[in-house]
Every structure is written in structure tokens, then in C-alpha cells.
């Protein structure tokens, strides 16, 4: 049995950290394509930065909750037999015991230097432009995927989604691409689909199974079932 599981901003929530389209659709006062796109950065670079610097400094203050943590202990089980993809750039699956983490979107404790394009981790600020550690330019940006670009990884992706028997996404709305096309890609290659989310979501017609409610609640009980199953995951 071989599993995909892709998450969404909903499974931080319960951590404490804002999702990008619930109530009324702003991040922090900001609308999330008016600060994630290369032409915000060009426009207005001290907004954007001081945007994610507070995100980056704001991990220190959010714990993982019970859905990263049983995601962790299915990693744990399962090894190579779970791929686990994530469009959320904080790290709260890594901090709930997941080793393998595909960022498929960046990470907030990475920078990517615009002069030599080297990825690096970072955990300060970034409004004040400092060296890049790798050529010494000050070019250093947030490394994480804004409108436009390409998502990191896609290749491996597109591989273990066709290799999925089931395909599962945690807390997202399904209204961003490529990974709102996961799920009919998956399931085109034959996988089963099961959706875990707060309320039904944008691609909730496209999954064989939905489930709606906290992640904190959900994902753990899931997770009990494929370990309870001797793996043949219920769907
Ligand atoms: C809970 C919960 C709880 C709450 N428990 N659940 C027209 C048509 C189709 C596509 C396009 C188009 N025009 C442009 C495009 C492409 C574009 C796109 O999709 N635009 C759409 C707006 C239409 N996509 C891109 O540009 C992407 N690149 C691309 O396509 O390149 C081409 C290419 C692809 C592949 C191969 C080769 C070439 C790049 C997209 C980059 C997205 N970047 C962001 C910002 C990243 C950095 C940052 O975090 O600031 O990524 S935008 C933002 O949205 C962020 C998220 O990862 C992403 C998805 O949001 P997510 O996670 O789904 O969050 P929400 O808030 O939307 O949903 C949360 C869900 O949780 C809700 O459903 C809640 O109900 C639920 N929930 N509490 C369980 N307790």
C-alpha cells in the first residue's frame, strides 16, 4: 500500500497559524496574492519581507498538533511507503517527528539567494539584506513559491502520485494549482482519494471519500485505522 498524503494550510490551524482563504480571506491584513507573487517583491520588497520575516518569526510561538504528530507516527510505520507533500512553508510536520517532508511550495526557514540561486537555511531576518552565505550578494529573498513560479519537486511528485493506492489531502482548499490537480491525477492512475477537511473544499467532488471536521480530530482517527488495518487502508 503505498500512500500520498498532500497537506493545506488547514492542518496548521489548530496550531495557531492563519490559513490563507477562511473568514475574510486576508493573511494577516494582507491578501495572500497581493504579497506571494515576483511583481509584490519587485513592487514593494521591504513589504514583502517584513511579511515573511514575521511569519518565520512567528514558528518559535506554534507548537505541532495532534494531526502532524499522527502523521509522524504513520511516517514512522510505513517508511518509504508514505510521501508525504506539503504546500505550507512553516515546519510543523518535521517538529511532529515527519523526517521526509516535501515542501512542495518552500520553506520559511530557507532563503534562495537571486544572484547565485542557492538555497539556504535561515532563521533571522531577511528586510535587512544580508550576504548570502554562498556568494556574498545581498539578493537573498524568501524561498518559497509565489504565483508563477515553479513548485519545487515536481517531477518526484508526479512519479509517486501515479504510484499512489491511495491518495489523501489534509486541509486544503483545492482553489491553488498543481496540487488541486493531484487528486484527479492520482486517481486517473488508479488511486483511491480521500479528503480530510474542516468543511468540503473546491475539489471535494473529485475524491472516492470525504471526511469533514479538525484535522486534530481526523487525521489522528485515520491514521489509527491504516495501522489498525494492517495497512490495507480503509477509504
Ligand atoms: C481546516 C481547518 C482545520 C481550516 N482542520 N481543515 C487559472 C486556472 C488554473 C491555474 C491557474 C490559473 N491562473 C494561474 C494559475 C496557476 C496558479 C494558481 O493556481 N492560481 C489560482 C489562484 C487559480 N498557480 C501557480 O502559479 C503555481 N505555479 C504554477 O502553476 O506553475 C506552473 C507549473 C506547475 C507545475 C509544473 C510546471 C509548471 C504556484 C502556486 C504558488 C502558491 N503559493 C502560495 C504562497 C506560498 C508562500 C506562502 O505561504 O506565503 O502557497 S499561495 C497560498 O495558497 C500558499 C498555499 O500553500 C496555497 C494553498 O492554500 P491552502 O493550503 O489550500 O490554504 P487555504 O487557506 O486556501 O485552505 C485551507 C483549508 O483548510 C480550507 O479548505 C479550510 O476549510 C481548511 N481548514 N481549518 C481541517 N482545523
Redo the contacts with the bound molecule.
Keep these: 500500500m503505498h500512500i500520498v498524503v498532500l497537506t493545506?494550510?488547514?492542518?496548521s490551524?489548530?496550531s495557531g497559524v492563519p490559513?490563507?482563504?477562511?473568514a475574510d480571506g486576508l493573511w494577516e491584513g494582507h491578501h495572500?496574492?497581493d504579497?506571494?507573487t515576483p511583481e509584490a517583491y519587485e513592487a514593494q520588497p521591504t513589504m514583502v519581507q517584513e511579511f515573511?520575516d514575521a511569519?518565520r518569526a512567528a514558528l518559535a510561538t506554534v507548537e505541532p498538533n495532534p494531526?502532524h504528530q499522527a502523521l509522524g507516527r504513520l511516517e514512522q510505520e510505513l517508511g518509504d511507503d508514505l510521501f508525504l507533500v506539503t504546500?505550507?512553508?512553516d515546519d510543523l510536520h518535521e517538529r511532529g517527528g515527519s523526517t521526509r517532508v516535501h515542501h512542495m511550495?518552500?520553506e520559511l526557514r530557507s532563503a534562495l539567494c537571486r544572484a547565485c540561486h542557492a538555497r539556504v537555511e535561515w532563521t533571522g531576518t531577511l528586510v535587512d539584506y544580508p550576504p548570502c552565505p554562498r556568494c556574498g550578494i545581498t539578493e537573498l529573498r524568501p524561498d518559497?513559491?509565489?504565483?508563477?513560479?515553479?513548485?519545487y519537486g515536481?517531477d518526484e511528485i508526479m512519479v509517486e502520485l501515479q504510484r499512489a493506492d491511495l491518495f489523501v489531502s489534509?486541509?486544503?482548499?483545492?482553489?491553488?494549482?498543481?496540487?488541486?490537480g493531484f487528486v484527479q491525477f492520482a486517481a486517473r492512475h488508479g488511486a483511491r482519494t480521500l479528503e480530510?477537511?474542516?468543511?468540503p473544499?473546491e475539489g471535494t467532488p473529485f475524491f472516492t471519500e470525504a471526511r469533514h471536521?479538525?484535522?486534530?480530530v481526523?487525521v489522528p482517527a485515520w491514521v489509527d485505522e491504516v495501522l489498525g488495518s494492517g495497512l490495507d487502508a480503509p477509504v
Design positions: 493545506g494550510a488547514g492542518i490551524a489548530e490559513t490563507f482563504r477562511d495572500v496574492e504579497v506571494a515573511y511569519r494531526a504546500q505550507n512553508i511550495h518552500g518559497v513559491v509565489w504565483f508563477g513560479e515553479i513548485p515536481m489534509i486541509g486544503t482548499s483545492g482553489a491553488v494549482y498543481p496540487a488541486a480530510l477537511n474542516l468543511v473544499s471536521g479538525p484535522a486534530g481526523l
